[in-house]
């Protein structure tokens, strides 16, 4: 979701999407997280480097850290775009 919504032009919408994907990833065990191909790993990194191109690193970093900060409830609320962050 969060490289759609970079690509559609929605940084801050895709940096905090990305800060919540870390933080669900770090909340699961090694078996949970299952793995990445190259393809998705190099998917999600250029999109983190548009994601600061877009915002500079200073607003990256701030949205990201408030998509971590989200609670799972919220988190499925913003992807679904019933509330704002």
């Not at 905090?16 to 933080?23: E, F, I, K, P």
């Not at 990201?64 to 019933?82: E, T």
């Amino acid at each position: 979701m969060a490289c759609c919504a970079t690509s559609r032009g929605g940084a801050v919408r895709g940096a905090q999407l990305t800060g919540a994907h870390d933080a669900l990833l770090e909340s699961l065990s090694e078996v949970g997280r299952g793995s990445w191909s190259a393809m998705e790993i190099e998917m999600r990194e250029n999109n983190r480097d548009a994601l600061r191109e877009a915002l500079g690193e200073l607003e990256y970093e701030r949205r990201l850290a408030a998509g971590r900060a989200l609670s799972l409830d919220r988190l499925v609320d913003y992807a679904q775009r019933r509330v704002a962050v």
